[in-house]
């Protein structure tokens, strides 16, 4: 602590009146100099009037704190320190910590009574009431109207109130509002309303439980089945698809539409998996009928490939469909089978059309074919 005086020099010893005055000068800046200087040995007044400031100095050889208000040292910080701590009130009304081991009195804006594994009687707030169930290990309520649940929503202050429920079992249930409610979305206050989903009724193990009605629609003139060699779900299956699986003895094949009037075009026509003990099959039948125009210069026949190739199974011959009615002369035309002496194993058969009609003209082409060993 420094404080700054000046003094007045003495210039002439020998003018006792001018010395003098300046001496008693000096006096009293000195005087007033020492009342704003700290003691060392405790003289009072003793009290700073202003900050001390130490120009980043220490201060050295302070003593253990003795009181509430005494500096305390790092040492007395960080090595077993003795602290007097105001601990906020707990588990009453108004208190900022709630008890964790005992009983809670609960107030506020929106109170609520949280009870220990005991049934309250109905409650006169507008608020829920929730008990620790030790049985379920769950929250159990009781609303304002008495109702007992597993697990109830704060009671909302609106007309379209519904509650929530978590069963023991885990099962989520809800109250179901009014009916003039039933809708997605939010109505009223703070009340969300959900839409009723359908629901199916029985076990789900029972039979009957599908109707007819209730199974996916159908192609024309197909049956529902499994015609693969092992467990898959059902298909449509098509009369020559399911004849290959009884072993009726021949296997019927047709085509409708088939173009008379394109030269050298080939109409694929897929065989169906034979019986179950069957490898091979012989072509029995090819038969033309139903054309939509006279056919007399168109020619065709059938092979093992497309373009023609491979032995000719029925040779190319001319059409001579003159009618499609019923009943009528020449309104189908059987052709030759010509490959009587060999059987396949082909999945896909090749109908040739090589010279056109040179008119428009389609037909319906009927392969007939027996399984064999």
């Not at 701590?85 to 109170?111: D, E, Q, R, Y």
């Not at 599908?210 to 529902?224: E, H």
């Not at 072509?283 to 054309?291: E, F, H, K, T, Y």
């Amino acid at each position: 602590m420094a404080e700054t005086i000046t003094l007045a020099n003495i210039s002439n010893a020998q003018q006792i009146t001018s010395a003098a005055t300046a001496i008693n000068s000096n006096n009293s800046i000195i005087t007033a100099a020492f009342e704003d200087v700290l003691s060392l040995s405790g003289v009072t007044p003793n009290q700073m009037q202003s900050n001390l400031d130490m120009n980043s100095n220490q201060i050295l050889n302070l003593p253990a704190p003795g009181s509430a208000n005494s500096p305390a040292r790092l040492v007395d910080v960080i090595s077993n320190p003795t602290l007097v701590l105001t601990i906020p009130p707990t588990g009453t009304s108004g208190a900022k910590v709630p008890f964790l081991n005992g009983s809670n009195t609960w107030s506020g804006a929106t109170p609520f009574t949280i009870l220990e594994d005991a049934a309250p009687a109905t409650p006169a707030s507008t608020y829920d009431v929730l008990y620790a169930d030790s049985t379920n290990h769950i929250l159990t309520g009781i609303n304002s109207s008495g109702t007992s649940s597993n697990m109830v929503v704060p009671k909302a202050a609106t007309t379209n109130e519904f509650v929530t429920a978590i069963s023991g079992a885990g099962v989520i249930t809800q109250a179901q509002p009014s009916a003039a409610n039933l809708t997605n979305g939010t109505t009223g206050t703070g009340a969300v309303v959900l839409a009723v989903s359908p629901t199916i009724t029985g076990s789900l193990t029972a039979t009957n439980l599908v109707t007819n009605a209730s199974l996916a629609q159908m192609a024309t003139n197909t049956l529902k089945g499994n015609n693969t060699g092992s467990t898959a779900n059902a298909a449509d299956l098509t009369v020559p698809q399911v004849q290959a699986m009884i072993g009726s003895g021949r296997i019927t094949i047709v085509t409708t539409g088939v173009n008379f009037n394109a030269t050298n075009t080939d109409t694929s026509i897929t065989i169906p998996a034979l019986p179950t003990g069957f490898t091979y099959y012989r072509v029995v039948d090819l038969i033309i009928s139903n054309a939509s125009h006279t056919m007399t210069t168109a020619t065709a026949g059938l092979y093992p490939a497309a373009g023609a190739s491979g032995t000719a199974i029925v040779t190319v011959a001319a059409m001579t469909n003159t009618s499609n009615t019923a009943n009528t002369a020449l309104n189908m035309q059987a052709m030759t089978i010509a490959a009587t002496t060999t059987c396949y194993n082909l999945s896909t058969l090749y109908f040739r059309v090589a010279t056109a009609e040179g008119a428009g003209c389609t037909g319906t082409v009927t392969l007939v074919i027996q399984p064999i060993f």
